[in-house]
Every structure is written in C-alpha cells, then in structure tokens.
C-alpha cells in the first residue's frame, strides 16, 4: 500500500484527480521495475543498505521519481527482513565497548590504540574473527537486516499493482464514498456485497433508475477509532469494483498535511475478474459447527438478494433450508455501527417478506426486543463466537411463525 505523500495525482480547489499512467510513464514504469527486480533478486542474502545503493544506482527521470518510489514501495512490502543470526548486538557493543576504555585506560605514552586488537580479543572471547565481530556491532539497525526473500512478482504485474495501490491510497483518507455500478452480472453484484461485508465496510445498498446499485460507504475518517485498518479495508474494495460492468467511485477526502477537503471521483470498466469469494471467519466456523449438529436443516451459501421496492435491499450471506419448514435465511451484520442494524429492522418493519435471522455482535448494544414475535424475523445476538445452536434455535423459531 502506497501512503499519501507517493500518490500521483493532480489537485485543485476542489477535487483530487489520479494521474494514471499515460504510454509514456508505463513505459519507465516498466523498465524502472525490470531494474529493481532485477538487483532484488540479487540482493537476497544482502544487507537492506546494499539493496538501497543497488535501487539508488537505476537511472530515473526526474520527472518520474515519485513513480520510482511508489514501485520501491510496494516491492519493499513484498520482502522479508532478519536480523542477521549471532550473539546479541547490544551484548557484542558493550564487551566492545568495555574492551576499548580498559585498552585505552592501559595506553602507556608513544602508545597508539589499536581498534583491530580490541574486536580481536572480544572475538576470542565470543568465539567470532575481529570481523565478525565489526559487523555484528550494529547489525540490529534495520539498515543492515539481511533480505530473506520476497513474494515474487512479474514486471507487469509490479506496474498494475502500482497503479492499483496509486488510487487505493486516496481512499485511506476518506469520510465518504458513494458508488454507482451499472451492467453487471447478479453473480458479480453478489459478489461485490459480500465483498462489502467481508471487510466489514459501514454501507447502504438501494437500486437505482435504469439498472445498478448505489452504495454508500462510510469512510475511515468518519470513524473516531480504527481508522488505519478501516481504511485499508476500504481501498481492498477496489479490485472488486472492477468486476462490475461500470462504475463510479465519488469520494470526500482530505488531502495533505493539512487534511483540507476535496472531492475524488474514480472510474472503471469491469476489466478484472471476478476474485476470491471466501465466507468471513466468523460464518466459516458457523458453517462448520452447524454440519455437527443432528437436524434435518441444511445450511448452504445463500446467492439470493432481498429486496423491498422503495425501502432497501438485504443481501443475506447464509440460507436454511427443511423439507417441511421451508426457508430461512441468515446475515451476519457487521460491527463498526448499530446504524445498520436499524436499517435492518426498518426494512423488515416495512414488509420484507422472507424469513431472515440477523446476526450482530453484543458490541453493538442494540436488544433482540428490537424486532417483535410480530414479524418473520429476528435479532441474534452473540457474545464472542456466533453458537451454531443457538442460530438453530432462532431459525427454528422464525420457521414456525
């Protein structure tokens, strides 16, 4: 992930625009990235400064350093450092240390200090040559930790995941998204949803005239706590979009040091396909105990979207199914905001007609009086882990009503 002072991007009074990457830039883009890739691989084994002075050595226009530095960015993200093995480093500097005040304390006039003499005795002592111990002295600082490896990346790839991490990075600073998509496929909606819940993004979902979703997203820097990691889950929503047809991506953020607000609007034509699609922990091990349990219910992935003309639109993540009970279905809300909670209960309260378990963590302060007997659903609130028997339980409730 890129942070804000590596974006390239163009700004005004009002708005931020993304400069992409136009012929020309992709084209050092890719030739910078062939370099660096090349003087990582051969810096495996090597100090984190060599590296630095290896990178530091690949001519870059100026004009385009800032594009050099993101692509050093992302690759050092890929990498895994260590401490080189051996004694401590603190240990090694203060038996030098103690070494060199007694050699010098012992100097006698004419004299000379003989730093070379000094690491060679602590090394006896150490069972290391002077050497060793010279580079051992300061092998803690992380400018001498030795590269261990790295996840491996083709040079194109590097390339797009820049320009990929250039337009994440704007949304790290977001107090509001909006976004319209338009011509997907259901299963690409679907899978945009679950996507919004997987990273547990504050969101509202309605239709819009013509076809399409619009989807409200509260922004990191609309929260008072966990903005970071919020943030960071917001940007992951990006490869998603482009499973979708078209859409448009408006977002307020606020821009430098100063965080002075500006208006982002981002756009995309559903070049990507679609990518891993896997249930939140919280609903695999749901998923997992309820296969344990003795009951004629079966429990599978729901690829249903529930909507309420005029009021809203629930997209349930599990969905129950008995030969004589017939259908229920479940959604597992997420845990930054009891606004959406209310959401829900309003839009059963306005006749959403399918059965429907909604679970919430007890985090959220909100009561399971909050929905009536009254109506065909039902709050679940938990402590900790979701109990697969106790969602039977209230499925099972819901059932006979």
Known sequence: ??????????????????????????????????????????????AKSELKTAFAGVAVPARQRKIADGLRKLLD???????????????VRSAVFQAAAKARYDLR??????????????????????EEVDARLYADLKENWILEGFKPIGIDALVQAYELANRQALLLRATSVVVEARGGRAGAYRNLFRKLKFLRLLHRIREIEGGGYRIEIEGPYALFEQVTKYGVQLAMLLPTLDTIADWTLTANVLWGPQRVPRTLTLKGHGV???????????LAKLVAAFKKLKTEWVLRRSTALLHLPGAGLCVPDLVFKHPGLGTVYLELMGYWSRDAVWKRVELVEAGLPQKVVFALSSRLRVSEEALGDDVPAALYVFKGAISAKAVLAKVEEIAGR
Not at 109 to 129: M, N, Q, T, Y
Request: glycine share 10%; with cysteine; charged share 30%.
């Open 1 to 46: 992930m890129l942070t804000w002072d590596l974006v390239r991007a163009k700004v005004d009074r009002t708005t931020v625009t993304v400069r992409d990457l136009t012929p020309k830039t992709r084209a050092v883009a890719t030739e910078v990235a062939e370099a660096y890739l090349e003087r990582l691989e051969a810096g495996v084994g090597g």
């Open 77 to 91: 993200d890929r990498c895994t450092w260590a401490m080189a093995p051996g004694p401590e480093p603190a240990a």
């Open 109 to 130: 006039p004419g004299d000379v200090f003989e730093r070379d003499a000094v690491l060679a005795a602590v090394g006896d002592d150490l069972g290391l040559s002077g």
């Open 272 to 282: 990507t396909p679609a990518g891993d699609d896997r249930l939140p922990d919280d």
